[in-house]
């Protein structure tokens, strides 16, 4: 048998390789995370992630303008708020940062779809994602797992009460879904789909949003209730938790460590999978491009286009506009 060329016959052109290609990357794929901050005509740049920035409301309309125009067909919303305290309390009030956004954001463009994370560690003092146990005496202390249960209720239900779409609880407490669903229920909002930080690892890839969104724990680290990177069936056993607490979409977080995850999770579930391509990974092009190591845009779309292929959904990228234009441009 002759081999030569056996399987290169088609790659032989770009339209042959248009033919055989089994995975497209699409606008359609992505969610873009907004960083948006209390107070007036802050438009801050993130400097370990080049592109994106942080804004106040009133200056967040050109940036809605773009995605809409580009026809990106979500956000994924974080807040910094003005000032901070031990538990939180800012996340769930209704003249809260992200509230606010969702208002703004559902009255200029009600079809743009508007997801929220839900988390503490924005607004608590320490930067952890919850309550900590013994507060007052012991300051050190691990986060309360069903202490903080009760305020993520508190805070979904208060972003959904704003208009917001989506919720997604990525403070990785067990029993978040459950949660947040009966709280929605109670409400009438049973419409309301739940995307759950299913499998999100302690990684030290989030260290640029950290920055972004003046999130870093003030002492110690989050492994208690984060995963351990070198853990994957731990993780589908939370997605089959999520899953039986009713969570709609399932997200792995971070994804170009761990497309391994996705695919496993991929093959298990028949639910939308979603992977968050975090903030270190895109730093990492960005920084390489920036010194000519690589060619940014090409490196953006084999891993965006990697995550496609090991099974993801949906992808939430701080690529999002870049690569959206770029597939607008090459139809
Ligand atoms: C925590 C949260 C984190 C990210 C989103 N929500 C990470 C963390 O600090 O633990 C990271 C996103 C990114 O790195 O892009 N609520």
């Not at 995975?23 to 801050?44: C, K």
């Not at 391994?260 to 491009?289: F, R």
Request: with cysteine.
């Amino acid at each position: 048998m002759h081999k030569t060329k056996r399987t290169r016959r088609l790659r032989k052109t770009e339209n042959i390789r248009r033919l055989v290609r089994e995975t497209r990357l699409s606008v359609d794929d992505f969610v873009y995370p907004i960083f948006v901050q209390d107070g007036e005509n802050i438009e801050h740049d993130i400097t370990s992630m080049p592109g994106i920035k942080r804004f106040s409301i009133d200056r967040l309309a050109q940036e809605l303008g773009e995605i809409v125009r580009l026809n990106i067909p979500a956000v994924l919303l974080f807040g910094v708020p003005g000032t901070k305290d031990e538990t939180g309390t800012k996340s769930w009030h209704d003249d809260g940062i992200v509230q606010k956004a969702v208002r703004y954001i559902k009255q200029r463009h009600p079809s743009l779809y508007v997801i929220t994370d839900v988390c503490f560690c924005e607004y608590t003092s320490h930067g952890h994602c919850g309550v900590i146990e013994g507060i007052g005496n012991n300051k050190e202390g691990d986060v309360d797992n069903d202490a903080t249960l009760l305020n993520i209720q508190k805070q979904a239900l208060s972003h959904v009460q704003a208009g917001a779409d989506m919720v997604a609880p990525s403070g990785m407490m067990d029993g978040s879904v459950a949660a947040v669903r009966a709280a929605l229920d109670e409400h009438k909002y049973t419409d309301i789909p739940i995307m759950a930080y299913s499998i999100k690892y302690a990684s030290a890839f989030y260290g640029p949003f950290r920055d972004a969104a003046e999130a870093a724990p003030t002492f110690g680290d989050r492994r208690t209730y984060q995963m351990d990177p070198a853990n994957r069936r731990e993780g589908l056993l939370r997605a089959s938790y999520d899953e039986w607490e009713n969570a709609d979409i399932l997200m792995v977080k971070p994804t170009l460590a761990y497309l391994d995850v996705v695919a496993a999770l991929k093959s298990e579930t028949n639910k939308p999978v979603a992977c968050y391509n975090v903030s270190g990974e895109y730093a990492m092009i960005k920084a390489a491009a920036a010194n000519g190591w690589l060619d940014e845009e090409q490196a953006m779309l084999e891993s965006l286009l990697s995550m496609k292929r090991a099974g993801a959904d949906i992808i939430i990228t701080y690529f999002a506009k870049q690569a959206a234009a770029v597939l607008q441009r090459k139809i």
